[in-house]
């Protein structure tokens, strides 16, 4: 499981913060918008990831029961 790390910069943005994948860092108005901004953004990453077979911390077998 990935983390989410939201803290409140002094100017009233938040940032969210996925420590596990370097460069997800996202700003929003609001505590939902910034974990929603970074979740979609790490899932971005991993899928990039998984699609030109690099590392991910989180693989498809992880996410996916293949039937």
Do not use: C, K, Q
């Not at 994948?21 to 918008?33: C, M, Q």
Request: charged share 30%; glycine share 8%; net charge negative.
């Amino acid at each position: 499981m990935l983390t989410i790390e939201i803290e409140r910069e002094e100017d009233g943005r938040w940032v969210g913060e996925v420590p596990e994948l370097p460069g997800v860092l996202v700003y929003g108005a609001t505590r939902d918008e910034a974990r929603n901004r970074a979740a979609a953004l790490a899932l971005r990453v991993i899928a990039d990831r998984i699609e030109h077979g690099e590392p991910a911390p989180i693989g498809a077998s992880d996410l996916f029961a293949v039937v």
